[in-house]
């Protein structure tokens, strides 16, 4: 396939990164696997894209509020400009490197999805196991080329073979950001618990499905926004409490929101959650989740924003004995496999809630590569959870 072309959703580093935001769509090489010229293309897969997800990062990306200095020193690295977004995807194999299909199996017709972290396999991290923190990760579609294009090439190691008979191509698409939440709710056991989840975005809601599947007794939402209160109840939250986000003048931008911990508070008999999760990145958000859990009990940490943060109280996160866990990526390959069995298990209705709910049946939430258009792809992420590209039709 040397010298063909194909569509990309990209970010070119002419292109100022704090005057611009969205993604180009352009047509780029084709990434060619032969390992004749290039002994690393051994290990590699050349996998055609079905599906892709958009997910928060990628949001970032088109908003420039997140990953510029990433994707710019990597771009910087490879001599180069374009720089292929996205890193959630399902796709076929359609040539493998002679190592990969010896060691891997990959042969061409296989369905894969994909860790989106690359290892190194020798940093520290890497040998002891804990290969989500590895110290030298290249992240897919920030610092290597992504997967919103027709194809993308990876190495065997990440992969994932997904079987689409018990996954729906869809879901399949976004196991990726679903084993974030795995990762969140086997962080810490969960059954038997009361769980209060702080923002129920896209991941907030997987926690969710997940937790009450592993056995929490009992699941508290608390999020402001209505369409996603709404979607934490239908997806099986217990009690979900709204609130309007303070407003700046005077009050701090960090503290506790009272009437949501004292809501918290008397929904557990005064004890507080036994394990409370941050999924939105907000201080206030972070200190409602430390004051809202009970004497012992977890703060899992997933939400992300950069800069300082306050504890309130400090005195009372130790004294009170609260234990916080913070979440990255996944565990290569133990969350996969925990993300595979959760999903493929009909019993537990996560797939299918998944599909009605939070992909609503594909209505404006699976798009087609073809008809992209700015402004439209714009609004579309803007207005629901969770976003797929088809590079199907
Ligand atoms: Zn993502
Ligand atoms: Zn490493």
Same mark, same amino acid.
């Given at each position: 396939m040397a010298g063909e072309t194909m569509w990309a959703l990209t970010y070119d580093k002419k292109d100022d990164w704090s005057t611009t935001r969205g993604m180009k769509k352009i047509r780029v090489p084709v990434p060619v696997l032969d390992e004749k010229t @290039? !002994? #690393? #293309? $051994?290990d590699q897969v050349l996998v055609k894209i079905k599906y892709a997800g958009f997910c928060g990062s990628d949001r970032g990306i088109w908003f420039r509020n997140a990953f510029g200095p990433a994707i710019i020193s990597s771009l910087q690295k490879e001599e180069k400009d374009i720089r292929i977004i996205g890193h959630e995807l399902l796709g076929e194999v359609v040539q493998s490197g002679s190592r990969a299909a010896k060691q /891997?199996? /990959? &042969?061409?017709g296989m369905i894969v999805s994909t860790e989106s972290h690359i290892i190194c396999n020798r940093c520290f991290q890497c040998h002891h196991g804990q290969t989500n923190v590895c110290a030298d990760d290249i992240i897919i579609g920030i610092s290597r080329d992504g997967c919103f294009a027709e194809y993308i090439k990876l190495p065997a190691q990440v992969l994932w073979p997904t079987d689409i008979s018990r996954i729906h191509p869809w879901v399949g698409a976004i196991q990726e950001p679903f084993g974030n939440a795995v990762h969140c709710c086997t962080k810490v056991d969960l059954k038997g618990k009361t769980v209060a989840v702080f923002g129920c975005g896209t991941i907030g809601l997987f926690v969710i499905l997940i937790a009450k599947a592993l056995g929490a007794s009992r699941i508290i939402g608390v999020e402001p926004l209505e369409l996603h209160a709404r979607l934490a109840r239908e997806l099986g939250a217990d009690e979900v409490i709204e609130f309007t986000p303070a407003k700046t003048e005077g009050a701090? !931008?960090? +503290? +506790? @929101?009272s009437a949501i911990v004292e809501t918290i508070k008397t929904l557990t008999r005064g004890i507080g959650a036994d394990v409370s999760m941050e999924? +939105?990145?907000y201080n206030s958000s972070l200190n409602n989740a430390i004051h809202s859990t009970r004497r012992g009990g977890d703060v899992v940490l997933f939400g992300l924003k950069s800069g300082e943060a306050v504890i309130e109280n400090f005195d009372r996160l130790i004294v009170n004995g609260i234990s916080m866990h913070s979440v990255i990526?996944? $565990? $290569?390959m133990n969350t996969w496999y925990i993300t595979r069995n959760l999903l493929e298990d &009909?019993? @537990?209705g996560i797939q299918e809630k998944i599909l &009605? %709910? %939070?992909? #609503?049946?594909?209505?404006? !939430?699976i798009t087609p590569m073809k008809d992209f258009q700015h402004d439209h792809f714009e609004t579309l992420i803007k207005t629901h959870p969770k976003v797929i590209i088809d590079f199907t039709q």
């Open positions: @290039n !002994t #690393d #293309d $051994l /891997y199996g /990959y &042969k061409p701090s !931008t960090w +503290s +506790s @929101n999924m +939105s990145g990526g996944r $565990l $290569l &009909k019993a @537990n &009605k %709910i %939070i992909l #609503d049946e594909g209505r404006h !939430t």
